[in-house]
């Protein structure tokens, strides 16, 4: 039972002290899971990364569910994805009760424009990060180079392009010459 409890209480603190969403918790979550605890693996928190991103819902949700649940089962998911979750809840919770005009005090519209800034900072740390880790193919050296400038192209034109058809594209693309080429053809 005390694995649970570690996961929970480890979760709890990243979810109560990280802002931003999903994106900003993963090197939070890497720093704590793989460096600190070792839980996994670098390489297991890239492939959970891609998993949790691939999944329905919220991509740190999905990544304490994972961890949770290599870590010690149904018990461990319950525990990792309860306390992940518990601040989000608890802090919109109570500011949907008792601030009806949070965004209109002037301090708290200051500091979330600072930290705008910083959840930007995480996120391209946590993709700066993903991409030194990553085995440096052909393939996907040509799949990040091909989603980034198209990215850059949907932001520049204002293209009303969904990001998950762009992942569903470079994964089919990535199958196909997987495929044609044989497993260690694409290099």
């Known amino acids: 039972m005390r694995k649970p409890l570690d996961l929970f ?18 090197p939070i979550i ?6 600190q605890k070792r839980w996994i693996t670098h390489e297991e928190m890239m492939e ?43 802090i919109i919770y109570g500011i949907s009760m008792f601030l009806d005009h949070f965004l209109e005090i002037t301090a708290i519209a200051s500091a979330f424009r600072g930290i705008k800034i910083a959840v930007g900072l995480l996120i391209l740390n946590a993709a700066l990060n993903m991409l030194k880790k990553m085995k440096k193919t052909h393939l996907a050296c040509a799949i990040v180079l091909s989603s980034a400038i198209f990215m850059l192209l949907i932001n520049i034109f204002s293209w009303n392009f969904s990001s998950i058809s762009l992942m569903m594209i470079a994964g089919t693309v990535s199958l196909v010459l997987s495929a044609l ?3 260690g053809g694409a290099t």
């Not at 209480?9 to 993963?26: C, D, P, R, S």
């Not at 890497?30 to 460096?35: F, L, T």
């Open 48 to 90: 959970i990364t891609v998993i949790a991103e691939s999944t329905p819902g919220p991509i740190a949700i999905n990544c304490a569910t994972f961890v949770g649940y290599r870590q010690a089962g149904f018990a461990g998911a319950l525990a990792a994805t309860t306390g992940v979750v518990v601040p989000s809840f608890v």
């Open 181 to 183: 080429l044989g497993k």
């Open 9 to 26: 209480l480890t979760f709890l603190k990243i979810g109560l002290f990280t802002f931003g969403g999903g994106y900003a918790m993963i």
């Open 30 to 35: 890497e720093h704590h899971c793989v460096e």
